[in-house]
């Protein structure tokens, strides 16, 4: 079956699939809850209250859902008109395919079959064809490195041939110099570049400003490869390999898995200057996003459910001279690491089965900083602005207690939902369980177990009163004990998890846990990095 037949059998299933949805229908459904307090300062939360919204003439309507088991069948339909769109999205790449077919003409197809041609009888993959076929044993790992050296020198060398003429030759337009001259000519230099493919060597046009003496070399700007020698492809591998391992483990794998070879140091060069070009990349999303933000004339719709930001912090060792100055946790004072700011922005907009929240697919992205908690603020409100955070029916800052984490949450997040991480509060309730009963383990255990069950039910006034009341018994445990009271005592609003459960909403920061473990574990904490 040829690409044509293949693409109008799938064309088929697909028309197919599109008669079977019937009952489909645009927009979202979720539940809400609505909480009051009383004047006597009970809370009284009703609900929940399932809402449909959709999109009509570019503003949000909304209704809500009364009769039982109508959100049912709406998630139902929605599920079907996302799918509607799937398979239309899918017809129309298919349709687009056959027209270029169709459009195919025989020369070129006849152009196509003469450079396979050229292709097969290279002189290096006839030998190693030859030397495999003539072999008494077939040694599939030598033939394959041997075909893929063979191929990757057959593309060097015409590659090399379609750079011919790119970058040189006469200009229709004239070379302006950044001081304002107009440059000239100085004829054809070689340089050679290090691409996926090998080393390929190139001419380029080289002008010289009159005025102060300055070179360009338009060919290297339109390739994109001004002061460096290397492919833009190749420089995306050496950084994307430079971020995940050392720098002399990047260089190793470029050799083994793609046949590249490139120094250590030339990785750690590459990958530090792609990482600049990202950073002001985002200095200028950031900007404009906050930039647009605070023009905004009127409320923007709200078509994100429920909004999160997380954020954590944690230590990395430094060398000394970036930590000179800088006090730390040591006896004497000094410091041997700086702490890494991580944050991260993503969008919940269903449940799971089990009516556990559910994070959206590609919808979390990262900010990271070695800087005061101040300026970091600043960059975690400005990724929330660009991601849609004027766009959120609920917003929810979750973290642990850090007196910075809650001071960027009540400084660019005024009104979001705060809530402690659930496994940061139960270590301190361990804690509190352990200062209470330092001699009797099986207290401890029994405590901690049942304090747990009351965390989770958001009972903190439980937990305080039978603390305190072993404080009357035990005055002689408070240095250790009252700490942690203070603590359950200061957080409590945070901490009410199940009213945060029966909401749908997250009580741990496992996302940006994770992203500490892995984004700043394996990056800036290993030998090498």
Known sequence: ?????????????????????????????????????????????????????????????????????????????????????????ELLKLGEQLSDLALCSEKDAQKNFALEVDLAKDR??????????????????????????????????LLGKLLEGVGSGRRDEPV??????????????????STILGKVSWRHSMFQCPRCGAARYPG???????????????????????????????????RICAEVKVTAKAVERVAEAVGQDMEQWSRREHEQAVRRYAEQAQPTEKTIPTFYVQTDGTGVPMTRHELSGRRGKQPD???????????????????????????????????????????????????????????????????????????????????????????????????????LYPDNNKKVSRYRDQWWQQLDQGNIGAILAQARRRLKTRPELSDNAQGEINFLDNHKERM?????????????????????????????????M
């Open 333 to 435: 004072g000094s410091a041997r690491t700086r702490e890494v700011k991580l944050g991260c922005v993503f969008t919940q907009t269903s449940l799971d089965k089990e009516g556990r929240p559910v994070r959206d697919p590609d919808s979390t992205t990262f900010v990271g900083k070695i800087e005061p908690a101040e300026q970091f603020g600043e960059q975690l409100f400005a990724e929330a602005v660009r991601r849609g955070l004027d766009q959120a029916h609920r917003v929810v800052v979750l973290g642990d207690a850090a007196t910075w984490i809650k001071n960027i949450a009540e400084t660019h997040f005024p009104g979001a939902t705060q809530i402690l991480d659930l496994y940061h509060a139960r270590e301190h309730v361990d804690a509190l369980a352990k200062a």
């Open 176 to 193: 302006i110099c950044k001081c304002g001259g107009r440059m000239e000519s100085r004829g054809l230099r070689s340089k050679e570049l």
């Open 1 to 89: 079956m040829n690409q044509n037949e293949q693409i109008r059998v799938r064309r088929q299933r697909l028309l197919e699939e599109l008669a079977q949805l019937e009952q489909i229908r645009r927009g979202t459904v979720v539940e809400q809850f609505v909480e009051r307090v009383c004047e006597d300062g009970t809370r009284v939360r009703k609900g929940p209250y399932v809402l449909y919204s959709f999109k009509e003439k570019g503003k949000t309507v909304s209704r809500r859902l009364p009769k039982k088991g109508e959100a049912k069948i709406y998630r139902k339909q929605i599920a079907a008109f996302r799918r509607f769109q799937e398979v239309t999205a």
């Open 220 to 254: 290297d700007e339109e390739l994109d490869v001004q002061d460096t020698g290397y492919s833009p492809a190749l420089r995306r591998m050496m950084a994307r390999m430079g971020g995940k391992s050392t720098f002399k483990e990047a260089s190793e794998d470029l």
């Open 124 to 157: 290096e993959v006839s030998w190693v064809l030859e030397r495999a076929l003539g072999a008494a044993g077939f040694d599939l790992e030598a033939v394959e490195t041997a075909l893929r050296a063979a191929v990757l020198s057959a593309g060097g060398r």
């Open 496 to 528: 009410r998890y199940a009213h945060f459960r029966e909401q749908g909403l997250f009580v741990g920061s496992g996302v940006i846990e994770a992203a500490c473990g892995s984004v700043i574990g394996q990056r800036l904490k290993q030998s090498g």
